[in-house]
């Protein structure tokens, strides 16, 4: 299989008219050539961080502080998820894959809650999707051992010692939420050791030393935080000291679109274009440890390719910036995972 038009090559993404030579999903070369194709290829998403069982219970409790909607046992998300049967939150969850599937998520960091059983129903809600996530389980030990890792709620929350270990024991992905109502959760985060931090809305200079000296990359989900008005994460000086991805986060508050994410933190940092697309791709799959986010040989052949010459992107004078600022669902002509 082959896939021409402007390629946006390696972690730079350097625009190169040409194609991309696949053979069985994995890329093989990179051909500059003249093709008289007005297609973009980018590489396909990576959402690194998620709790898509909230898709039963799209923007529900509007007015709500963070505790109130998301915090464990009782906030509303808690109390909806226990109360709706398992069918419906299997469906509710096929739908939102889909979604990303179509607007070219190749893969998601989900932090799966319901234990087990949380992680069973995601599987089945991925049945005869291409769409390959990172699956954290939350709440116990044997979660994670049913998944990809351990997805800890925060430190303030409980003592995730134990699992912790557990995790480093099982050679899995360690995640935990820090930083997102204020500071006091960070440094104890931090001590357990992380492979990455989500949020990061309240870090101080001196987290921001630990994360650079520990080399701990950060996930950051600047929509939600604005949604749940705990502020929004210093994503420049965050970017300046670690590796920084983007996540959508709840559904419940956000569509798990990662165009409106790049976009909003885009517009929010100023940053160049091609950092935030490394926040969208590569810089995802880094922390999850995926083979994908950046076109280059030998890369899992993960590919978008989008219209250059719709109404939307025709007439661009930088491409990069037009894909992170602009381009959207209807701007997509082929998704490959």
């Known amino acids: ?17 040409g194609r991309v030579v696949v053979e069985d999903g994995e890329i093989q070369a990179i051909e500059e050539t003249e093709t008289g194709s007005s297609s973009i290829v980018i590489p396909a998403f990576v959402n690194a961080h998620t709790h898509i069982g909230d898709s039963i219970a799209k923007e529900a409790g509007g007015g709500l502080s963070l505790d109130e909607l998301v915090a464990p046992p009782d906030g ?57 996530p990172v699956i954290l389980g939350r709440e116990t030990e044997a979660a994670m051992n049913e998944s990809d890792g351990f997805g800890a709620s925060g430190a303030r929350d409980g003592d995730f010692d134990q699992l912790r270990n557990a995790t480093r024991r099982a050679g899995k992905l360690f995640g935990i939420h820090a930083g997102e109502r204020d500071a006091a959760d960070i440094h104890p985060a931090l001590d ?125 004078k930088d491409v990069v910036r037009a894909v992170v600022r602009r381009a959207g669902h209807a701007d997509i002509k082929r998704v490959h995972l």
Do not use: W
């Open 1 to 17: 299989m082959n896939v021409e038009g402007t390629i946006l090559v390696g972690p730079e993404f350097e625009p190169r008219e």
């Open 76 to 132: 509303l998300k808690h109390r909806l998820l226990r109360s709706t049967d398992r069918e419906t939150k299997v469906a509710a969850m096929a739908r939102t894959v889909k979604q990303m599937e179509e607007t070219g998520t190749a893969s998601f960091i989900e932090f799966r809650e319901g234990g087990v059983d949380g992680v069973s129903m995601l599987r089945d809600a991925l049945a005869r999707r291409q769409v390959d």
């Open 192 to 316: 357990l050791d992380p492979d990455f931090l989500v949020h990061l809305v309240h870090v101080e200079e001196l987290h921001l030393d630990r994360i650079e000296d520990n080399e701990v990359p950060a996930v950051v989900c600047p929509r939600s935080n604005l949604v749940t008005n705990v502020g929004v994460p210093p994503i420049r000086q965050l970017a300046e000291r670690t590796t920084v991805a983007l996540g959508t986060d709840n559904v419940m508050t956000n569509s798990p679109s990662m165009f409106r994410e790049m976009e909003f933190a885009a517009k929010l940092t100023d940053l160049p274009a091609e950092t935030i697309l490394r926040m969208a791709t590569r810089n995802g799959a880094k922390i999850a440890g995926l083979n994908c986010g950046v076109i280059e040989e030998g890369r899992d052949a993960k590919l978008l390719v989008l219209d250059g010459d719709s109404d939307n992107l025709s007439y661009a």
